[in-house]
């Protein structure tokens, strides 16, 4: 009998990690040899733990999902990547298998789904939901640069011009201008509108 599949689970949430967990370890095949709170925590107990895949969260304190993603291609690169998200955008797909991911699932997905992902990516095949594919094929990009999102992402809603600065290295004047730019483009009112429609957009 071969070895199970060794799975590093990555999910801020409690519950919902817990639940990914007790559902993998139903699979005689899989076996979960860490879990990991945030995307620091992930990297660092892949390191320790050498898992076969990663299944990651996209949003994640410290370091998000495709920024372990990323690192671990870096620092170990045949563990494939999975990223679990309940945010599906087009945008975010499109970031995701750039940074190396080997799959792109949504939570909403059935709990069959994740085990059977897992086998593909570790026999080397991708898989992409087919949904969040479609919609990718038909979703417009971004019409922000990349300095642009940068700035928005910092910004946010109604975060102080002084801190976005202070964090971008830019004076509170360029951050301001940027800002105009932005709203003038996504032909939003505000900054917390054209941060909303942003990432309604999966853009930041």
């Given amino acids: 009998m071969s070895e199970p599949i060794r799975v ?13 967990a007790s559902l993998l370890e139903r699979e005689t095949d899989l076996r979960v040899v860490a879990t990991a709170r945030d995307g620091r925590e992930a990297v660092e107990r892949a390191a320790l733990h050498l898992p076969d895949v990663a299944v990651v969260d996209l949003q994640m304190p410290r370091l998000d999902g495709l920024g372990v993603i990323a690192e671990l291609q870096r620092v170990l690169p045949r563990c494939a990547g999975v990223i679990l998200t309940g945010h599906g955008h087009p945008q975010a797909l499109r970031t995701a298998l750039a940074s190396g991911a080997r799959g792109f699932l949504a939570k909403g997905a059935p709990g069959t789904a994740l085990a059977d992902v897992i086998r593909r990516v570790h026999e080397g095949q991708r898989y992409v939901d087919p949904i969040l594919a479609a919609d990718a094929l038909t979703t417009r990009p971004s019409p922000l640069t990349a300095r642009e999102t940068e700035v928005l992402a910092a910004a946010q809603e109604s975060r102080p011009l002084a801190d976005v600065a202070r964090e971008l290295f830019l004076s509170t004047r360029t951050v301001r201008n940027y800002l105009a730019t932005i709203n003038r483009k996504l032909d939003a009112e505000s900054r917390s509108s054209a941060y909303r429609h942003a990432r309604e957009n999966g853009w930041v």
């Fill in 8 to 20: 590093l689970l990555a999910e801020d949430d409690e519950l919902i990690r817990d639940a990914l």
